[in-house]
């Protein structure tokens, strides 16, 4: 192929740029397709922001030129940016994604920060327990705040604790995998007590898929997303057995929530025995749910 049935007007940067921003600003907004042509070029090139804006005029190699051709079909075709680059970005740690896993949001990044705030610098070991941990974005985001901590994770999916263990081992995090249903009534671990228990667990109701967006209904894994509109709680009712069982009596549980089930969730909490606060995202919307145990 060459630059003219690529499309592209030239090799040079500056063409490049218009060519995404004129074919996808409709589609993203002009901000977004700025962010992707900056990632792009990050993974492609290894240049960054800086390197991009003073670069305008340059030209690019022909196979890098290809590189971005199918960069753009990809996501004219609504195919996450994550999954073009192989990659996200996560606390500050460099978190591999497929389709076997739910790319990590920055709403989940908030979570994280909020924990690292409230818990204090452990000096003594401490346990932390990641339930539906997908990528292992939380559990690994954890165990590099915290190197002292023994980090346990779990999640159902072979393949996505597979690549949650090339993410801990590419970010030098020590954290015991356990592949496990945590629905089923059996679910047991050890050690036995947590100082902390975490999860972003599947929350999204089949009901709300009409409103939900093409890359992320084609790309993120239906296991990682849905429940069932008549037992939507499932997975936060499993988590509170598992915590009555396994979170420490001073220890802390944190649970991503769906915005419009806020306060079913902590109902639900309050019935097994919690005392949970509801904490609002950077949107303003309910994201998530921190809770200790009500001593009695
Ligand atoms: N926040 C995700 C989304 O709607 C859902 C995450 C989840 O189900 N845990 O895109």
Redesign the pocket.
């Known amino acids: 192929m060459n630059t003219t049935d690529l499309r592209f007007r030239s090799n040079r940067v500056r063409d490049i740029l218009s060519l995404f921003h004129e074919e996808l600003d409709g589609m993203y907004g002009g901000g977004e397709v700025g962010v992707f042509c900056e990632m792009l070029f990050e993974a492609f090139l290894s240049w960054d922001k800086v390197r991009l804006l003073t670069s305008r005029e340059q030209t690019i190699d022909q196979s890098d030129l290809l590189r971005f051709h199918w960069a753009l079909e990809d996501l004219k075709q609504s195919r996450p940016i994550q999954h073009i680059i192989g990659y996200t970005d996560f606390c500050g740690c460099r978190i591999a994604v497929s389709p076997d896993v ?1 790319i990590p ?1 920055p ?2 990044e908030e979570i994280v920060n909020w924990i690292l705030h409230t818990i204090h610098y452990p000096l003594s070991t401490i346990h932390l327990l990641d339930l ?1 941990t997908g990528s292992g974005c939380i559990a690994i985001a954890l165990k590099k705040a915290f190197p002292k901590a023994d980090v346990t994770a779990v999640d159902i999916s072979p393949a996505a604790i597979e690549i949650a263990r090339r993410n801990a081992e590419n970010n030098g995090a020590d954290i015991h995998f356990v592949q496990a249903d945590i629905l089923d009534p059996s679910f047991l671990l050890s050690p036995s007590s947590f100082h902390l228990i975490v999860s ?5 109701m089949e009901k709300e898929r009409a409103k ?1 967006q093409r890359n ?1 209904l084609d790309y ?1 894994p239906a296991l ?3 429940v069932p509109d008549d037992d939507p709680l499932r997975f936060y009712h499993a988590i509170g057995i598992i915590a009555q069982k396994h979170l420490d009596k001073e220890g802390l549980l944190a649970v ?1 929530i ?1 915005e419009t089930l806020s306060e079913e969730t902590c109902a639900l909490m309050r019935e097994q025995g919690f005392i949970p606060t509801i904490h609002n995202d950077f949107r303003g919307k309910p994201r998530w749910i921190s809770a200790k145990k009500k001593l009695s």
């Open positions: 739910l949001r709403e989940t539906c972003n667990p599947p929350y999204v939900m992320v993120d990682a997303l849905f991503e769906n």
